[in-house]
């Protein structure tokens, strides 16, 4: 699940810098307000690639995807994209673990090989 997830976000880092980019031409946006939204949301996209395996990661990662859809308002463009990895998370986290589980139960197999 980890290298799913961590796959996923780090997507979003860069899809998040490429919207600051974008929402740096309207006018009624500072710069530094919005590098701030910008960069401590790209530095939670760093931050969850580790802590997605960890209790309350996953709930993390789906916060940022409402954020992510949110930041529509500002950039229209990111309800599509926010969509779109909303459904990307949700593949990673869904995937992943049923990738966990199966090597699990080959790992279970070949120990009492």
Known sequence: MRTLCASTLIGEFFVIGFAGLVAMKDPDLSTSTVWTVSGIAMFLCLVLCGLVTRPGGVALGWALQIGLIA????????????AMFAALWWASVHYG?????????????????
């Open 71 to 82: 930041s529509g308002f500002v950039v229209p463009t990111m309800f599509f994209l926010g």
């Open 97 to 113: 673990r049923k990738i966990d589980e199966a090597k699990a139960r080959f790992a279970a197999q070949a120990d009492t090989a």
